[in-house]
């Protein structure tokens, strides 16, 4: 079962930081759905605070964090030298569409030394991932605004798998529309 997860973790794990214009619409289906070239319209202005360089959005309403165990997504501007920032409302153009996967959690097995070597002590250790897309965003109005960031749930290789259209669109609610 180990080499199995780790080859799929492998695999997942070259793909990940590739460019990819198309994401999987719903979950359990092979329907995938081009979004580079798409409109993302923010239909409500956000506010980020002083000194940070995003938004959460989860479940419809922005937010300061989120809830590891539902997708949620980011708005990101380029820098956090502000006393807070707002991103109107508009039009976006999503000019690139690109897959990543960041670690969360690492358990490293107990490392010892001896005078002769460095042993690992059993255990392996074990890491719990978010998958999602990063959405690079494009508008003549709002250069600073860079990407909209989206993930899945926080999970183990052998569970993760980053959010479909339908989760990110239900994830941004009224806030922003995804054509």
């Given at each position: 079962m180990k080499p199995l997860v780790i080859l799929t973790l492998g695999l997942f794990l070259l793909s990940a930081c590739q460019t990819s214009s198309t994401v999987r619409e719903t979950s359990g289906h092979n329907n995938f759905v081009q979004l580079q070239g798409a409109t993302l319209q923010l239909n409500t202005d956000l506010e980020i605070s002083a000194e940070r360089a995003r938004i959460f959005i989860q479940g419809g309403r922005t937010r300061s964090g989120?809830?590891?165990y539902q997708p949620h997504c980011a708005f990101e501007i380029d820098n956090v030298r502000h006393?807070?920032?707002v991103i109107r409302a508009g039009a976006f153009t999503v000019?690139?569409?690109?897959q990543t996967i960041d670690e969360v959690v690492r358990n490293k097995p107990l490392m010892?030394?001896?005078l002769q070597q460095l042993a690992s002590v059993s255990g392996g250790g074990s890491a719990s991932y978010?998958?999602?897309y990063h959405f690079w965003l494009s508008s003549a109005d709002q250069p600073q605004v860079s990407r909209m960031t989206c993930y899945g749930v926080y999970a183990q290789p052998y569970e993760l798998h980053p959010p479909t259209v339908a989760e990110?669109?239900?994830t941004?609610?009224?806030i922003a529309t995804l054509n």
């Open positions: 989120f809830n590891s006393d807070g920032a000019t690139s569409v690109q010892l030394a001896s978010y998958a999602g990110i669109r239900d941004l609610g009224s």
